[in-house]
């Protein structure tokens, strides 16, 4: 999921049509529904607040004609990826109401991993759920915590929360933004200085976007307000933590920075490390588009074997990592990746992906591949063997999918249809991230 939030002193007419640029650039974080809150907190000296939410792409919600239709000083947005059972226009962000602090809006990217006991809690005290999300559960704790100022209330919520998340809250005339202790998600600061307006993002490539500045990165445990004073930091639990490192790996877009450290370099690493762990001999290097490709050029760098685009990639069809039924994954693949066979026939070809998770892609890609002519496919991932879910903040099924959880290296290569098969050790996982010792890595297994 992907959020941005801008905080304008002035009453502007064209919150919609900036934000609309924004989270287009973070479409890729999510296609199943998105949604936005606009927040007056200045006119007639009355709050007033306008969302409008639904399933599909950034571009079906955000309609053109009201890009400068409503007037504003705070917004905060939100695009989001669904299962199968959650995806409706009820389960899109933000969600809302009146509390005694006045109204709230919020938006969430991550995962509650205690959502099912805070949910029970609430039921027994008489709360009424009306989504299937876990920010529902925030918002009501939000409420229930107003007696205490807005400050308290977010921070006696957030002390109750386990998992991961990354937060933009309107509060009458406050926007204020949390990251987790974890840090398992970023969020970044950014201002548009010649519109003295601040902005909140998963990615700098949002900021990218709509000409905003990079200020700093939200840090793990921090709490910002913002304001017309400017913005307040409070520092609400002690962490060095960084982002998770599947932010790198497959989230992230290569233009982004995370932390300090870019996407694409990250991702360029890793190539030049598959190739220096395993030398093999081969004709050409594809890259799987888009999140392959920097690896795939990182390995032709090391190895001399010449890099090919020879992977055409469906600009309109969705992730199929995040498509929420698998039927849907295995046809999304053949429609969104068609390899240009005059490149491929007859050639050993190192074909580089961002990981192996379920294992549908890949052995999807192979079959194309071998379809197209290719002699041998030499398949690698970017990623280390991924054994299990956590903190992911997607809905992978832990029973059956995670091929790395139950198979050896073999038994994968095997099932996927491989010439040969090799992943990123964790070892170099490792040396890449500046030894990893703030980065979350239990997704992964030990190097054998």
Same mark, same amino acid.
């Given at each position: 999921?992907?959020?941005?939030? @801008?905080?304008?002193?002035?009453?502007?007419?064209?919150?919609?049509?900036?934000?609309?640029?924004?989270?287009?650039?973070?479409?890729?974080?999510?296609?199943?529904?998105?949604?936005?809150?606009?927040?007056?907190?200045?006119?007639?000296?009355?709050?007033?607040?306008?969302?409008?939410?639904?399933?599909?792409?950034?571009?079906?919600?955000?309609?053109?004609?009201?890009?400068?239709?409503?007037?504003?000083?705070?917004?905060?947005?939100?695009?989001?990826?669904?299962?199968?059972?959650?995806?409706?226009?009820?389960?899109?962000?933000?969600?809302?109401?009146?509390?005694?602090?006045?109204?709230?809006?919020?938006?969430?990217?991550?995962?509650?991993?205690?959502?099912?006991?805070?949910?029970?809690?609430?039921?027994?005290?008489?709360?009424?759920?009306?989504?299937?999300?876990?920010?529902?559960?925030?918002?009501?704790?939000?409420?229930?915590?107003?007696?205490?100022?807005?400050?308290?209330?977010?921070?006696?919520?957030?002390?109750?929360?386990?998992?991961?998340?990354? @937060?933009?809250?309107?509060?009458?005339?406050?926007?204020?933004?949390?990251?987790?202790?974890?840090?398992?998600?970023?969020?970044?600061?950014?201002?548009?200085?010649?519109?003295?307006?601040?902005?909140?993002?998963?990615?700098?490539?949002?900021?990218?976007?709509?000409?905003?500045?990079?200020?700093?990165?939200?840090?793990?445990?921090?709490?910002?307000?913002?304001?017309?004073?400017?913005?307040?930091?409070?520092?609400?639990?002690?962490?060095?933590?960084?982002?998770?490192?599947?932010?790198?790996?497959? $989230?992230?877009?290569?233009?982004?920075?995370?932390?300090?450290?870019?996407?694409?370099?990250?991702?360029?690493?890793?190539?030049?490390?598959?190739?220096?762990?395993?030398?093999?001999?081969?004709?050409?290097?594809?890259?799987?588009?888009?999140?392959?490709?920097?690896?795939?050029?990182?390995?032709?760098?090391?190895?001399?074997?010449?890099?090919?685009?020879?992977?055409?990639?469906?600009?309109?069809?969705?992730?199929? $990592?995040?498509?929420?039924?698998?039927?849907?994954?295995?046809?999304?693949?053949?429609?969104?990746?068609?390899?240009?066979?005059?490149?491929?026939?007859?050639?050993?070809?190192?074909?580089?992906?961002?990981?192996?998770?379920?294992?549908?892609?890949?052995?999807?890609?192979?079959?194309? @591949?071998?379809?197209?002519?290719?002699?041998?496919?030499?398949?690698?991932?970017?990623?280390?063997?991924?054994?299990?879910?956590?903190?992911?903040?997607?809905?992978?099924?832990?029973?059956?999918?995670?091929?790395?959880?139950?198979?050896?290296?073999?038994?994968?290569?095997?099932?996927?249809?491989?010439?040969?098969?090799?992943?990123?050790?964790?070892?170099?996982?490792?040396?890449?991230?500046?030894?990893?010792?703030?980065?979350?890595?239990?997704?992964?297994?030990?190097?054998?």
């Amino acid at each position: 999921m992907g959020i941005l939030a @801008l905080h304008s002193k002035k009453v502007r007419n064209d919150l919609v049509g900036i934000a609309y640029y924004g989270m287009y650039a973070l479409q890729h974080r999510g296609q199943a529904g998105a949604g936005y809150t606009i927040c007056d907190s200045k006119t007639n000296n009355e709050v007033r607040i306008k969302t409008i939410k639904n399933v599909g792409l950034v571009s079906d919600v955000f309609k053109v004609e009201d890009f400068q239709k409503f007037i504003g000083t705070i917004l905060i947005a939100h695009t989001r990826y669904g299962s199968k059972n959650t995806v409706s226009s009820r389960n899109c962000q933000p969600v809302g109401g009146e509390s005694a602090m006045g109204y709230i809006s919020l938006v969430h990217n991550g995962d509650i991993s205690n959502q099912a006991e805070l949910k029970q809690e609430l039921l027994n005290n008489g709360s009424l759920f009306q989504t299937a999300i876990d920010t529902e559960i925030i918002l009501k704790l939000l409420s229930i915590n107003g007696k205490y100022g807005y400050k308290e209330a977010v921070l006696k919520t957030v002390k109750k929360l386990k998992g991961c998340f990354t @937060l933009g809250i309107i509060i009458n005339d406050k926007l204020i933004g949390v990251r987790d202790p974890e840090g398992l998600r970023p969020l970044c600061l950014g201002r548009i200085v010649e519109n003295d307006m601040y902005v909140l993002a998963s990615e700098t490539c949002a900021l990218d976007a709509i000409g905003a500045e990079f200020v700093r990165d939200i840090e793990a445990g921090e709490m910002v307000v913002i304001d017309d004073n400017g913005v307040e930091s409070i520092k609400y639990k002690e962490s060095s933590k960084k982002a998770s490192s599947f932010e790198y790996i497959y $989230f992230g877009r290569p233009d982004s920075v995370i932390d300090g450290i870019s996407v694409y370099d990250f991702r360029h690493q890793t190539g030049k490390c598959l190739y220096e762990q395993n030398p093999i001999e081969a004709d050409i290097v594809i890259g799987v588009p888009d999140s392959g490709v920097p690896a795939a050029i990182g390995y032709s760098e090391a190895s001399g074997i010449p890099y090919s685009a020879a992977l055409l990639k469906n600009k309109y069809v969705g992730r199929t $990592f995040i498509a929420p039924v698998q039927e849907l994954r295995e046809r999304a693949v053949k429609v969104k990746l068609n390899p240009i066979k005059e490149l491929i026939k007859g050639k050993r070809v190192v074909v580089i992906d961002d990981s192996i998770v379920r294992g549908t892609t890949s052995k999807k890609l192979i079959d194309i @591949l071998f379809e197209a002519g290719a002699k041998e496919v030499h398949f690698r991932s970017a990623s280390p063997v991924v054994i299990e879910e956590s903190y992911f903040g997607v809905n992978i099924d832990p029973n059956n999918k995670l091929m790395g959880s139950y198979m050896s290296i073999e038994e994968i290569r095997k099932v996927i249809g491989a010439t040969t098969l090799d992943y990123l050790s964790l070892k170099n996982l490792k040396k890449i991230l500046n030894g990893g010792e703030d980065f979350y890595m239990g997704c992964f297994k030990e190097d054998e």
